[in-house]
């Protein structure tokens, strides 16, 4: 993989939307992702270029199997590329090594995916406060701030709740409050509403559009659900490997 990628064409491409020369908290060029399978190799991403300010919210839409999930396991450092450049917060990420890759990401990056992920053992205040005391976080300290996540997400009454007493909705909700427990830069949400009743989708995109306002976040969201993606700044059609500026 070439640290030193440049993208010519997306540079001159005026009104794009997709490279600039603005300072960007994600900043990506020729990426590719190909998997070899048993018989053929199957290319993901071809050559992707994408820019995102600080504190922007900016959709990825695109159809089932696209590779938006990939896009964001790379950009939150879960999945390494076959090519390309990759900065997140002005760091060139796959140049550590996976001990510094894990410390980064878990510093810096909110996870939120289309299944909670929840344990189902623990309440809900015991999940939120989770990551935080595996970063080794003084408990008062962990306890202290994901009780006040889980008021923030309006789910203060529900913290001794198990995750089978919980609803859809205020799973997810609680998944929320859980990727923002170490105050990340960076939140990447895949399909955060995709198992979720139009209604409780809605409520959990508010919550996350509320909460990038108020924590200043930079949000990227993989989605395919148009009108939920309208509520962000900026929208981004991933197809044949690369994304396209929607208006």
Known sequence: ???????????????SGVLTAA?????IERLYKTYEGP?????????????????????ILGASGVGKSTLLHIAGALDRPTGGLVLVDGQEIFRMDERALAVFRNRNIGFVFQFHHLLPEFSALENVMMPALIARRERGEALERARALLAEVGLGHREDHRVGELSGGEAQRVAVARALVLEPKLLLADEPTGNLDERTGEKVH????RLNLEHGLTTLVATHNERLAAGLQRRLRLMDG???PLA
Do not use: C, W, Y
């Open 242 to 244: 690369k994304v396209f």
């Open 206 to 209: 508010e919550l996350m559009l």
């Open 23 to 27: 300072p960007s908290f994600i900043h």
């Open 39 to 59: 018989r053929d190799t199957v290319e993901v991403l071809k050559g992707l270029d994408l820019q995102v300010a600080q504190g922007e919210t900016v959709a």
């Open 1 to 15: 993989m070439s640290g030193q990628a440049v993208n010519e064409e997306g540079k001159g491409a005026p009104g």
